[in-house]
């Protein structure tokens, strides 16, 4: 067999290759477009009654989180860095009363059951036993809605001075 120049071997590897490259996007694109075409259609069409439930959900969550930064931001004041706002603790009584979206009911529980715990603690603090008891009597049965195994008065204390502990400003730290 009589030797070629490489330069013609190499020009038809590169045609062999290009037209590998050409017949590989052609295809492609067809099952591309043959995929996109008969897919199934998209979840994000709502009905009416959904897209009203998700925007409910939606608005309590926001309203738990507006009442957590509230509780954050009232902490900065002296006075009321030892235990959590009664006012707070009234609001999430009443989204727990009016909630209305019922899958939202546990996230309400805890952050109330919470708030009873390191308000009665605040309170022993204060030395009102009495009202220190009536919360933590209020958060036992919450906790124990949640499927809690541990929801004892020795129990709810340490979890109230761990929520306490995150309310009030480490030492060397300035408010």
């Given at each position: 067999m009589p030797r070629k120049p490489i330069g013609v071997w190499s020009s038809i590897a590169l045609v062999i290759l290009c037209l590998g490259f050409w017949a590989g996007w052609k295809v492609g694109?067809?099952?591309?477009?043959?995929?996109?075409?008969?897919?199934?259609?998209?979840?994000?069409?709502?009905?009416?009654?959904?897209?009203?439930?998700?925007?409910?959900?939606?608005?309590?969550?926001?309203?738990?989180?507006?009442?957590?930064?509230?509780?954050?931001?009232?902490?900065?004041?002296?006075?009321?860095?030892?235990?959590?706002?009664?006012?707070?603790?009234?609001?999430?009584?009443?989204?727990?009363?009016?909630?209305?979206?019922?899958?939202?009911?546990?996230?309400?529980?805890?952050?109330?059951?919470?708030?009873?715990?390191?308000?009665?603690?605040?309170?022993?603090?204060?030395?009102?036993?009495?009202?220190?008891s009536t919360y933590l009597r209020s958060a036992q049965p919450l906790f124990q809605s949640l499927g809690w195994k541990d929801y004892s008065d020795e129990a709810l204390r340490s979890l109230g001075e761990e929520e306490l502990a995150t309310w009030r400003p480490r030492p060397g730290e300035a408010r």
């Open positions: 694109e067809r099952i591309a477009v043959y995929a996109y075409k008969h897919r199934t259609p998209p979840p994000d069409s709502l009905s009416p009654s959904e897209a009203a439930q998700i925007d409910s959900a939606l608005s309590e969550l926001y309203q738990i989180q507006i009442f957590a930064a509230y509780s954050e931001i009232s902490s900065g004041d002296s006075r009321l860095r030892k235990q959590p706002s009664p006012k707070t603790i009234r609001v999430l009584e009443k989204l727990r009363k009016t909630g209305k979206v019922q899958e939202l009911q546990p996230v309400v529980d805890l952050n109330l059951a919470y708030g009873y715990a390191a308000a009665a603690v605040g309170m022993e603090e204060d030395g009102n036993t009495q009202a220190a």
